[in-house]
């Protein structure tokens, strides 16, 4: 059994030690928390999607057949009450006051300094070699959290119409979905999005709940509004399901890096892999419908998953393209042979580190941040090329069975690989195009300054 010791982080400010949470007596808690001591009778704000019709156009825009939404969903509903809870003192710190900063170099990495993140609290030691773990409800998890961090329901709508409810009853016996703020932010507009809460699933990915990430996506249609996720044995501490989510308008170095095609599926579905880039990872778009792209991540992770292999996932571009990227940083950790030089910075290459943006625990490790640092820590996490070209093949043949129900070979997907692939250049310009400034209520600035 491989583990490691990290400081967990706290993302609910009912979030205790699991010692402390374990001894609590049952029966009504007196927090208005999620379970079923307080949820009877409860009322919460709801966001009601329009889930129909999403088709990936030809120059990759979801084209919706309806008018736009009645609610500016990201501007006015989630930072509106993102900030709302900031106004009320709920988040540990203030995420505005760390400090960040653009790497000079070729990818443009970013740095921030968040010493607010890091606790004076004892580690606690985390099993890094079981991806899939069954829920345990002793610990904590989202139904402990108290329902003043909810900021709204987040489900289908029932008429193909989007609507809001600011005052909506929850319905305890369909388990919701909800939007909750991460205490502990690593930007603005930090949420945590909790698929059918009340169902208790432990953290790994299925066909429905990958969906809803990528609606969430959809929905706020903002290039710079990113979803991530971590699978256990990738940093993920919290084993109930969960996606994270945050703002930051700045391109992030793994959506700029170039890519060569392997595949298109049979639902239209792109998948290429990353080049030039520390880490080994998949790249997925296009698609004939939003739910082609999302079965094609979701029964890879599933693989994934089921052959025990760590993953985080990036969902960018406004739900249209989705980083696949297995990792072994955590097993190299608990096998000792991660430098101390790296452990003795305590970052955690989760989806965000990996994808480029670099949470720095230390002043000196942020004064002395460089291109060549964020490399040297990201090439760590990486399976090997010999390790990524075994994984690849066991994603292929998996999805190969899903995308014609043959039971083909992955053979039949691997195509010869584009000849021209992307460039770095071409992924930017990609990235930028539609993109603006000016998305977030009181920043005017493209990237953050704090």
């Known amino acids: 059994m491989l583990k490691i010791k990290r400081v967990p982080t706290v993302v609910s400010n009912f979030q205790k030690d699991e010692a402390d949470d374990g001894a609590r007596s049952g029966g009504g808690c007196g927090r208005n928390c999620l379970q079923k001591c307080c949820i009877q009778g409860a009322k919460l704000p709801l966001y009601a999607f329009k889930r129909v019709n999403e088709v990936v156009g ?20 989630l930072l509106g009450e993102w900030e709302d809870r900031v106004q009320r003192g709920l988040f540990r710190y203030d995420v505005t006051a760390c400090e960040t900063k653009v790497i000079p170099g070729e990818y443009g990495f970013i740095a921030q300094l968040n010493e607010g993140r890091h606790l004076k609290k004892r580690p606690t030691e985390f099993r890094v070699d079981k991806v899939l773990q069954p829920f345990d409800g002793s610990k904590f998890n989202f139904t402990k959290v108290g329902q003043e961090e909810v900021l709204f329901q987040f489900e289908a709508s029932n008429d193909n119409e989007v609507q809001f409810f600011p005052n909506a009853p929850v319905d305890v016996e369909n388990s919701p979905s909800v939007v909750a703020i991460n205490v502990s932010p690593i930007e603005y507009g930090h ?3 909790i698929p059918s809460i009340l169902e208790c699933l432990p953290q790994r990915i299925d066909r429905e709940s990958f969906l809803l990430a990528l609606h969430m996506a959809a929905e706020a249609g903002n290039p710079y509004f990113r979803l991530g996720y971590n699978s ?3 940093f993920a501490t919290i084993n109930h399901l969960h996606f994270q989510a945050y703002y930051l ?23 290429s892999e990353l080049l030039n880039y520390p880490v080994r990872g998949l ?35 406004s739900g249209k393209r989705i980083f696949l990227l297995p990792q072994c940083y955590a097993e190299k950790q608990a096998l000792g042979e991660v430098s101390s030089e790296l452990l003795d ?28 640092n964020a490399w040297r820590l990201l090439a760590e996490v990486s399976l090997s090329e010999e390790r990524f070209e ?3 093949a066991l994603i292929f043949e998996a999805i190969s069975c899903a995308d014609d129900g043959s039971g083909s070979t992955a053979e039949n997907l691997l195509e010869e690989p584009d000849d021209n692939p992307q460039s770095r250049e071409e992924a930017n310009d990609a990235l930028n195009k539609g993109s603006h400034c000016g998305m977030v209520p009181g920043k005017q600035e493209c990237l953050v300054q704090h």
């Open 191 to 193: 949420v945590l999005l």
């Open 58 to 77: 030809e120059k990759g825009v979801l084209a919706l057949d309806n008018e736009e939404a009645p609610v500016a969903f990201l501007d006015s509903l």
């Open 390 to 392: 075994e994984v690849k």
């Open 283 to 317: 790249v997925f778009e296009g698609g004939n419908t939003l739910e082609d792209l999302s079965n094609a991540v979701s029964d890879s992770s599933i693989c994934l998953q089921g052959n025990n292999i760590p993953y985080n996932v990036l969902i960018s571009d």
């Open 249 to 271: 308008a700045v391109p992030f170095p793994i959506e700029k890096a170039p890519t060569r095609k392997i595949t298109t599926l049979n639902g239209g579905v792109k998948i």
């Open 232 to 234: 256990l044995g990738a």
């Open 345 to 372: 910075t305590q970052v955690n290459p989760a989806v965000w580190e990996i994808s480029g943006h670099m949470v720095l625990k230390r002043k000196e490790d942020y004064e002395e941040a460089s291109e060549g």
